[in-house]
């Protein structure tokens, strides 16, 4: 009830603390007509500019205005009723209405002009400086495009003040005018401050990362651009009030050519579609979703379904149409009313601005393809100009060839054939037969096959090709491959594993015509054999899979059946002169031996499969087939990997990752060649070099749908982001995967590392709340773990980040929950660093004015020192390094926030004592603690004398060990206090 000025005051506080968006600005409409009912001048103001900071921010420039028109007049008549904060806010606010009318073509230019002269006369009166009466005058020029640079200097050139915009925001302003400019490199050095972190605000650099994304990708900043991209759109996704943001990260997604990750934006945002509010910004989202269909368009996918204004289904190209007449429309009525063509001209060109990939850029984050969109060819067919004749024979003969070796580039001969045989006016010649080229049935079943062949068709698709060859192969003549083309629809697909009965009866088919010099027989009987291997090795695989690392490993007989097979190909292949197939039985009984071995005692299965790789790169020497060396090195390198030889697996992968590069495979072992990239990467410790490892792994499983893998490779790129301090990035991808349906699929331990990385990754970047809900999650999930310590990790991670949200019953539970677990399956390390994160937490948080606080933060303290000395009693593994020294430090800095900072010192003196006592090994948590109690003595207690003597004793003694590191930030602090 809001019938009491207590209670609006009370209901203005809460509503001060909900985003920014529709509810909050709904309620500060309610709040100011309950404040109205009050004779109280001072409520109806504030109730009045936090309205005005809800419209200012949920996009609503039309209202602001009329709101901020009744602050105005409040102020005149009851100006007693304004103290500091509300005149400040109230002037601060003259500049959001010069935007907001700016914002609104129905406002006239003069309109415009006219309040910008009303905001100079005001500041000049109330004594303030008139740069940001400056800034607005350059955005007025911008926008109408008119004296542009002479405004630019006079506000640039001007110190800031008290009623500038922020630093950050200046700078973005800044920036902007070089990108105008087409001087990407200076804008971007403009906004490095901001990038950095050095310059921030509530809005930035979320909005500067969207501005940038384009400069980022004209300079061919490819990786700064992707991870703008993820961090900047997770910030913009669902706001009211970045509409404009988010119209840039739909450009970005058509200049990349990941046109269906914008349509998800596009989804996910479908609300701006009603906005109204603020017609600029409005215009910016609509160019930019019209750029994003346009794309899909030109492409011939007009006839997708897309998300569009709620209430109504449309395609791509409806939609396109009804945004290029909405936004054609209003932008000529901005220009109309600024009298110039800028905003008109400036939608224009970004509109005719074309992809800058040839293929989609990697972004780590899957994108379902648009529903009916069909699979790309992988090239254009000739064009059959004159000066660049076809000749069938020749490009037959040359396909035939490559496919013979599976060479990556044998579809696109094939789809270049296809191009003209199935054209409407194609003659086969008739000479056919004695050129080698063959019926024309022949033809159209090869290139039946070799479609099939394509590892991104959907299995049903593949199934309708072989089949489709096999008839075509008959109507031929030709048995053998007609038989061949049937095996390989019984073979394995996806989850399918197989028919291996009917494999093998075609097989006994294929020896008995091969025997008997049908044409054909042989190259079949190989290539069924390979299936049948293939099919085989696949079962042994997945059986051994179920019995875990520790199970009992391949069933024995089945084992030995399948390498009998691959001895079997291996010789029939060489009978028949296909050293490439060979190859393949030496790659996968490689396989087998060292899956065997990991599960015998004795034997030396790693070497054994060393020499089988060996032999199958001898092979592919032989067959004058260099591309199949991606195989032979990335086998050898997942080798090397499991074994935890990691520079070996990394010289491999290499090896094999420049191969798939020189020949464009698009296979899904080039695709694991570049995950095992990854994972070799991050065990060397180069967590940036295993991110592009995982992103190009996932892009390439995403190309071949297979969906499990591509959430795996992401889970890892989400941790490896994190790793190299990219925590924004890795949160981004990582709530990404959570939403996949490969991510279900996925091990239940894989799963729970994936929540537990990205609750970290959500405590380091600031949200401790969504990180607790995820550490909440994640314990409920490890709960069943056999390994007990699992869920004593967790809770106490949430019970700490629970203590950073202020979240304080919650944070007591799942203290006790993880004391709790503690006690029967112990993890000091995660209890210790808890019980110190909730003492530091409750006195930040209540400071001296509470002792029950106190009470409660030594509390912490106290149990966290009974967790170090059972760890050393009972000898648990604990590498919190010197918890005695942490111990001693954690108690002064929580002695130090509850205004005891005599004790604090002395505590401190027992941390430095504790840490010297350790040894080298804790220098710098020695230093740390140097420099702690130097500053208590300077800033709190007044000795700034003692706190200089302390730091040059600490730093000589530093330097006089050997180490100058631990002594830096010691100098740089005496530096300081030595100026004051």
Known sequence: MLDTIDAVRAALRDNDQLPYGRQRTVTAEELVDAAEQFDDPELLAVALLELTEAYEYDAEQRKLPVAFARIAKLRKEHPDSFGDWENHATDW?????????????????????????????????????????????????????????????????RWRSRYSDCQACELRDQALHFVDLGDDERALEIWQPVFSGERSCSEEPHVSRALALLPLLRTGRVEEARSAHLT?????????GAARVIGLHLEFCALTRNEPRGLEILAENRDLFDRHGDPLSRLHFLTGAQLLLGRLVEDGHGDVPVAGPPGAHRTAAQLHAELRTEGDELAAR???????????????????????????????????????????????????????????????AKARELSNTNHPDAL???????????????????????????????????????RAFDERLPEAEADALYAQAAELFEQAGLTARALGARARRLGPHGDRPGDLRQIREIRDRLAELAAAGAPFGGRELVAVLQLQANAEMRAVFAAAAEGGPDGPGPDPAALAEAEATLELLHTEAGRYGFPHRQANARLLGARARFLAGRHQ????????????????????????????????????????LYNGDLKTAEEYLQRAAAVVAQYGDRSTGAARVHDGLGRTYLGLGRPAEAAAAFTESAARYDRLGEADDAASARVMLGQALCSAGRADDGVAVLESVLLEPGFAELDVREQAQARLTLARGLREIGEPR?????????????????????????????????????????????????????????????????????????????????????????????????????AAAEDQD????????????????TLSSLGRNEEALAEMERAVAAFAAY??????????????????????????????????????????????????????????????
């Open 232 to 240: 900047g759109y997770r910030w913009a996704r669902g706001r009211s």
């Open 601 to 640: 005692q004795g034997g030396d299965a790693a070497a054994e499969a060393d020499r089988m790789i060996a032999e199958a790169e001898e092979l592919v020497g032989q067959a004058a087939a260099p591309w199949r060396l991606a195989h032979v090195h990335g086998q050898r390198g997942e080798l090397a």
């Open 93 to 157: 606010r003259y500049k959001w209405v010069a935007s907001a009318l700016l914002s609104v073509p129905e406002v006239p230019l003069e309109a415009v002009r006219r309040w910008h002269g009303e905001l100079r006369s005001h500041y000049l009166a109330q004594g303030h400086d008139l740069q940001p009466y400056y800034a607005r005058q350059y955005r007025l020029a911008a926008h109408t495009g008119e004296g542009v640079q002479d405004a630019f200097e006079l506000w640039a050139t």
């Open 412 to 450: 696109l001969h094939w789809n270049r054939i296809g191009a003209l045989i199935e054209a409407p006016d194609h003659r086969h010649p008739e000479d056919a037969e004695q050129s080698g080229l063959g019926p024309l049935a022949q033809l159209r079943a090869e290139l039946a096959l070799e």
């Open 770 to 870: 969504a990180a607790a809900e995820e550490y909440l999650l994640l314990a409920d999930r490890v709960a069943g773990f056999e390994e007990k310590h699992i869920l004593t990790m967790v809770a106490a991670e949430a019970a700490a980040t629970l203590a950073a949200a202020e979240q304080w019953p919650a944070a007591d539970l799942a203290r006790q929950r993880a004391l709790d677990s503690h006690r029967t399956a112990p993890h000091p390390d995660a209890v210790f660093d808890m019980l110190l994160r909730q003492a530091r937490h409750t006195a930040d948080r209540h400071g001296p004015e509470h002792p029950e606080a106190a009470e409660q933060a030594l509390a912490r303290l106290d149990e966290a020192a009974e967790v170090a000395r059972t």
């Open 334 to 396: 901005f220009d109309a009313r600024n009298g110039t063509g800028a905003v008109g001209g400036a939608r224009r060109a970004r509109l005719a601005r074309t992809p800058l990939f040839a293929e989609p850029m990697p972004l780590g984050l899957r994108a379902a393809a648009p529903a009916d969109t069909p699979l790309p060819a992988p090239a254009a067919a000739p064009s059959g100009s004159p000066e660049e004749p076809v000749d069938l024979v020749e490009l037959v």
């Open 919 to 980: 040894g080298p090994g804790a220098h710098h948590g020695q230093a740390e603690s140097i420099r702690v109690a130097a500053l208590l003595e300077a800033n709190r207690l007044d000795r700034p004398d003692a706190a200089r003597a302390r730091l040059d004793a600490a730093v000589a003694m530093f330097r006089a060990a050997g180490d100058p590191e631990a002594a830096e930030p010691l100098v740089q602090l005496r530096a300081h206090l030595g100026r004051h």
């Open 878 to 893: 604990f590498a919190s390094g010197c918890p005695e020294g942490t111990l001693h430090d954690t108690r002064a800095r």
